[in-house]
């Protein structure tokens, strides 16, 4: 056995830290709760206890793959540094005008989130240069000197600069960001044309401050999450996984932390795609829940839908457009206040409201006995019978129902206990529905026709359910959903997304300049991937955001990489029509169409994953014992039959009600669905009467 047979993936949520250690004899999994003062503790008890399981000294351990909320949390919590912003003349106001748009028309008493930098600590620059970047308005050296003073008097932890155009030119951000270092070296400076160097102000403005904002106290828990583990024996060197679905190092995480905004769910989807691509499954619904929030992404063709902006940190019930968006490669998906620890209540009308509050890990549920005194989803399922207070996590975590009923009666006291219960669970998992129809119908799909992947330590419990509202016909269970996006994490490849904007309109269409910024844009990539893939084999991914002229918006077009010549303009304008089409039914005729940005994706190319042979037969899954739980459909409490899932071997099938128990998670099979073991140790709920 050697050091790169044994690798770790390490996910970080809101309630429950996930570990998965992959070594020559198989795959071991864990869960810890999320400690929140000192989040590396957690990951050190997780990996002894996973290291324990498999009986691997964790000095062993050959590689270490991360994903955190660390970010997110940050930003939405607004525990960051104190940071300025410093921008070109006349423009300081942008990140609070923000799109001027009301994300709710009729709220007459709306309230636009603050910006993260307050108008004081927003700064000023007498420069300026064109949308081409050409010089308007030199930056002189008094300015310079000016703004240093400035900062340094503020007494700043970090420095956002986002000058106009800057992605054309960066000559005056460079400039004075080499000034504020040599005045101040342990100041951190983040400019906008490295972070996000794409048009438009708005979010680029947002990137480079998310990024400053969150830099000093993301590089300080690097930091310390490298030197424990190096105290605990594990020198393996550590990667982090990246918003967009790859993996990156940990000294680019600290420069560029806003790329790790996403970095656990984007796990989970890599989970789901791998799966997808085993099952030959070309239409998937990831759905990723688990003990603060819920994850909905779109899976086609074996890849997850991805996007190069997000908006995160929003205010107003997660409606869209009350966060702030930031320009960075993301995967594309739609997430919501819906976990095992999200707290229920009742609103001003007398109806249940489940969420987005969350008890997290601490204190809890009220069932924890922890503290909580909220009730919250996983109480209202120990209610219902859905989870063994015995086998919680293992064991690990002994629940109390006692707590769970008193929580409930005291918050809920208008309703009898079990129909407060039931209606959490209901709210909940309409909430998740009508997130997932939305979604879909965002991107043009018909729901009905996809198979949802199911994973979290949530979801198995709310799958079955949430496919009986859907319409889905058909539910994987993967092995290991419990802990699946750090599963994602060993399965993800290397990889780095450079970005520039650079605009030209296909009447003046020039390769030369196009093929020039493409060069450059590579060998930043390259640069990026070569600092962890071991000289492994790459692939390029290139992506123009094209629009008509006079569109607000672009959207994404695929192109093949390599060098571009004069009579490419038709494949651009071919490529753009049919991307155009393929999403709005129709095209645009007799307008011109335009690039405004560009983005370059090198990744280490990942092998073809085997695919999964179907069961040969079918026999009954031995029942290990009779209980009883409320079935949603028929509204009342019902016989299921408890399976092992480890019991299990491919073919053997369950009718439900049933409940299939595994250390980290349940998988509830309502009345109206089978489960059928598959090959890879997958379970396959199928509605019944259809076939799989």
Known sequence: MTKQDIRVGVDIGGTFTDVALDHPAGLATTKVLTNYANPEQAILDGIAQACAAAQVSPERI???????????????????????????????????????????????????????????????????????????????????????????????????????????????EVRLARALRAAAPDLSVSISSVVSPQMRELPRFNTVIANAYVQPQVADYLGRLVTRLRDTGITAPVFMLHSGGGLMSVATAAEQPVRLLESGPAGGAIFAAELARGHGLDKVLSFDMG???????????????????????????????????????????????????SIASIDAMGRIQVGPRSAGSEPGPACYRRGGENPTVTD??????????????????????????????????????????????????????????????????DIE??????????????????????????????????????????????????????????????????????????????????????????????????????QGWEIPVPLPHGSFSAADATLFRDRF???????????????????????????????????????????????????????????????????????LRPGMCADGPAVITERETTTIVTSAYRAIAQCDGSLLLIRKGATA
Not at 417 to 424: K, L
Not at 519 to 538: P, Y
Request: with cysteine; glycine share 10%.
């Open 62 to 172: 050959g590689q270490v793959i991360h994903g955190t909320t660390l970010v997110t949390n940050a930003l939405i919590e607004r525990r960051g540094a104190k940071t300025a912003f410093i921008t070109t003349e006349g423009f300081r106001d942008v990140i609070e005008m923000r799109s001027e748009n009301r994300f709710e028309q009729y709220d007459l008493n709306l309230e636009l989130p603050a910006p993260l930098v307050p108008r004081q600590h927003r700064l000023t620059a007498h420069e300026r240069m064109s949308p081409q970047g050409d010089v308007l308005l030199p930056l002189e050296e008094a300015d310079v000197a000016r703004l240093v003073d400035l900062v340094i008097a503020g007494g700043y932890e970090a420095v956002a600069i986002g000058f106009m155009h800057a992605y054309a030119n960066d000559a005056h």
């Open 291 to 341: 003990g603060t929030t819920a994850k909905i992404c779109l899976i086609e063709d074996g890849q997850p839908k991805t996007a190069n902006s997000f908006e995160v940190a929003r205010t107003y019930r997660f409606k869209k457009g009350s966060g702030m968006t930031v320009s960075t490669p993301v995967v594309e998906m739609v997430e919501i206040g819906a976990g095992g620890g």
């Open 380 to 445: 209202a399922n120990l209610m219902l019978g859905r989870l063994d207070p015995e086998n919680f996590a293992g064991g690990a975590i002994p629940l109390d129902p006692a707590l769970s009923e008193a929580a409930v009666a005291d918050k809920l006291a208008a309703f009898e206990a079990t129909d407060a219960a039931f209606g959490i669970t209901e709210m909940v998992d309409e909430n998740m529905a009508n997130a997932a129809r939305v979604h879909t119908v965002e991107n043009g799909r």
């Open 449 to 550: 026709h996809f198979t949802m992947v199911g994973f979290g330590g949530g979801a198995p419990l709310h799958a079955c359910r949430l496919c009986e509202k859907l319409g889905i016909t058909a539910l994987l269970i993967p092995p290991g959903a419990g802990v699946g996006s750090a599963i994602g994490f060993l399965k993800a490849p290397f990889s780095y997304e450079a970005t520039r904007g650079f605009f030209q309109r296909l009447s003046q269409f020039d390769p030369e300049a196009i093929n020039t910024t493409l060069a450059e844009l590579e060998d930043e990539a390259r640069s990026f991937v070569a600092q962890g893939s071991e000289g492994q084999e790459t692939e390029i991914r290139l992506t123009a955001f094209m629009r008509y002229a006079g």
């Open 577 to 647: 029509e049919a991307a155009y089409r393929g999403l709005f039914g129709r095209i645009i005729e007799g307008l011109e169409a335009e690039i405004t940005n560009w983005s370059l994706v090198v990744q280490t190319r990942l092998p073809a994953p085997r695919p999964v042979a179907k069961p040969k037969g079918e026999s009954a899954a031995p029942v290990t014992r009779q209980r009883r739980i409320y079935d949603a459909a028929q509204r009342d409490f019902v016989e299921a039959a408890e399976i092992a899932r480890d019991a």
